[in-house]
């Protein structure tokens, strides 16, 4: 018997754990974030619309974006499909919350997290949750609260995950970010922290680096191994578990003393952030892919950035310590 695949519940949770982050760093940055309601326009690729809150130029935030999105098209771009061939040609439901913060301390690390549901539909089916008739060639412009279906021809996955990337790096920031992680995931199962932290150490990696791009944390994509339930649980364990992993790290470094050394090194090291979403992060690339909004989708860019020729940190630098410690697989947890 194929599962009940309640999307109303996923949104409704999505939309309250962006305003729940919201609300939590508005308090820590003093100033309030810019709400940006969207819908996509009738000549669109894609229906929906999602709502973009963002904070420029704050206390602690010198940008940071809480994106929250729920849109429809007609095929899956080729991004969605590189993994799972058998699934090209189908209509698609994706919705999410995804989140990039850049602090300006260069002692406060950059944070990342993400999560998100897909629904793949056969042709005759793309149109149902919009309202459409099947196999109707009206695209809608809104998606609509729709409550549970099941259909056994409807391929669903769950997917997301978070992760650190420091400046200058802290062993109880990295200890206290992946002992987070792994609280979150025990309840369903021992193997579950180990093989999505390795997931997340291979996936952030830029190969044309060699290095990844941080410390890692957690990444999943492409789950429904528990059933929709259970699989969803798990999915709402992990966007519970950001701010308990994030803020205690912001608030344990937020007031530490930098000058135009560290801002600078900080900004150098943002352009490998910049290179990995822009080559190699599928999230960024479904979304241009498949006529994604780009300022929604771009707000993960840090706003100063710099690049250096062949340069690399002197040796014994608190600089290089992030190379060297840090920059490597570790068991943190």
């Known amino acids: 018997m194929p599962d009940f695949i309640d999307a109303q519940a996923v949104r409704e949770y999505l939309l309250n754990l962006q305003q729940r982050i919201v609300a939590r760093f508005e308090l820590l ?5 810019r709400a940006d309601t969207w819908e996509k326009p009738p000549d669109s690729p894609l229906g929906g619309g999602g709502l973009t809150r963002i904070l420029e130029d704050g206390a602690l935030l010198e940008r940071g974006g809480v994106g929250f999105s729920h849109v429809v098209g007609s095929r899956l771009p080729p991004s969605a499909t590189a993994q799972r061939p058998e699934l090209a040609g189908r209509g698609f439901e994706a919705m999410g919350v995804s989140l990039v913060l850049h602090p300006r301390n260069p002692y406060v690390p950059t944070v990342h997290m993400n999560v998100r549901f897909f629904i793949a ?6 149109a149902s949750p919009l309202g459409e008739a099947a196999g109707g060639e009206k695209k809608p412009d809104k998606v609509s609260r729709h409550q549970t279906e ?17 400046y200058y790096g802290s ?32 996936y952030f990696f830029l190969k044309h680096r ?59 090291r943002r352009g490998r952030y910049v290179e990995f979403n822009l080559v190699y992060d599928r999230g960024t690339l479904f979304g241009l892919q498949s006529g994604g909004r780009a300022e929604s989708i771009l ?24 190379y060297t410690d840090f920059l490597r697989p570790r068991d943190w947890a």
């Open 299 to 322: 707000m993960s860019l840090p706003p100063r950035v710099e690049w250096r020729y062949d340069w690399s940190p002197a040796p014994g630098s608190p600089e290089a310590a992030l």
């Open 121 to 126: 539909r056969v042709p005759s089916a793309t």
């Open 210 to 268: 060699n290095e990844p791009r941080g410390i890692g944390g957690l990444f999943f994509d492409d789950f429904h191994a528990l059933g929709f339930e259970r699989s969803f649980a798990l999915q709402r364990a992990v966007g519970d578990a950001f701010l308990d992993a994030y803020v205690p790290i912001v608030e344990r470094n937020r007031e530490r003393p930098y000058g135009e050394r560290e801002r600078s090194f900080q900004a150098y």
């Open 171 to 202: 062993e109880a920031d990295a200890r206290h970010f992946h002992a987070t992680c792994k609280r979150a995931l025990e309840p369903f199962g021992a193997e579950m922290y180990p093989r999505f932290k390795t997931w997340c150490d291979e």
């Open 150 to 166: 099941s259909r056994s021809d409807a391929v669903w996955w769950f997917g997301g995950g978070m992760d650190l990337t420091p």
């Open 29 to 33: 940055d003093g100033k309030p974030f």
